[in-house]
């Protein structure tokens, strides 16, 4: 059975940090691309960040680069982890990560236009990130 557990979300302050995981089960990351995506009340899914395939390419939305960080565990092969830094208000929302194959693997596309949900193999059942003072 493929699933997709994320955890590490909660509470914190501005300019705080936090760090998210999504462990798979059921698949082999090395053929997969592993994107985050959020969603804040009343606001469109968007992407956030990928890491595609064994040679970990990875991609990042223009409001979290050089905030946050996407990678995979070379021991844990199959959990990615995304290192959230100098959180602020705006990045509060639910954090979700997903697995997806073929064109879903081109970072870039995926982040800047997210795909249609049912597209991807997998969804975790999301993570609440708040921001706040």
């Known amino acids: 059975q493929v699933q997709l557990v994320e955890s590490g979300g909660g509470l914190v302050q501005p300019g705080g940090s936090l760090r998210l995981s999504c462990v798979a089960s059921?698949?082999?990351?090395?053929?997969?691309?592993v994107t985050w995506f959020r969603q804040a009340p009343g606001k469109e899914r968007e992407g956030v960040s990928c890491?595609?395939?064994?040679?970990?390419?990875?991609?990042y939305a223009d409001s979290v680069k050089g905030r946050f960080t996407i990678s995979r565990d070379f021991n844990a092969k199959n959990t990615v982890y995304l290192q959230m830094n100098n959180l602020k208000p705006d990045d509060t929302a639910v954090y979700y990560c997903?697995?997806?194959?073929?064109?879903?693997?081109?970072?870039?596309?995926?982040?800047?236009?997210?795909?249609?949900?049912?597209?991807?193999?997998?969804w975790g059942q999301g993570t609440q990130v708040t921001v706040s003072s």
């Open positions: 890491i595609a395939g064994a040679l970990r390419s990875t991609s």
């Open positions: 997903a697995a997806g194959r073929g064109p879903l693997t081109v970072c870039p596309k995926v982040v800047h236009t997210p795909p249609e949900r049912e597209s991807y193999d997998a």
């Open positions: 059921g698949l082999d990351l090395d053929y997969y691309a």
